[in-house]
């Protein structure tokens, strides 16, 4: 994938998850939804850190411990490795890119 | 910074370089340049590897050993540790804000 706004995958019954770079202490990931939120059940417990930037579109991170931040185009966000959170909104209306940096 | 295409800093006469996220193995920079092209002599070589995409404007990298490539909004690039290049063109008519991501 050349471009992180093209390309977009037409079947977005699920959020779709693109890998874009693997290293060995960071990889970087294109995430596209469209209203989805996410994890279906729980939250999302992660081992690495994550850097996550809306490229387009809007979206809402809920963290367990609270706050929940809400992220339009060219807002970022640090998600410390297990800070369990969950997507609990993106905009049902238009198609949301998330860039994703997951690192140790 | 929240934002990466708010707070566009107003004073270009340099090229500016701003630290969004500094980690152990990854660093992450926001790139603000309009009509710039850097280094002022010579080539980049960096120790890191570099991946790189263009969120407003367009720009071009030249490597040492070719090709050159001309990158608009969306558009990423990996520069391998080392891979001498540089930026050969920005849009002189609008802001391009660039976002890199080191690493080791």
Known sequence: MRNLL???PSDLEDEVFEPILEAEHVRIERI????????QKGWY???EHEWVVVLEGAGTVLFEQGPEVHLEEGDHLTIPAHSRHRVSWT???RVTVWLAVFYL
Chains 1, 2 share one sequence.
């Open 6 to 8: 093209a390309g977009l």
């Open 32 to 39: 596209v939804s469209k209203g989805h939120t996410s994890p």
């Open 45 to 47: 417990d992660q081992q």
């Open 91 to 93: 905009d049902p209306e």
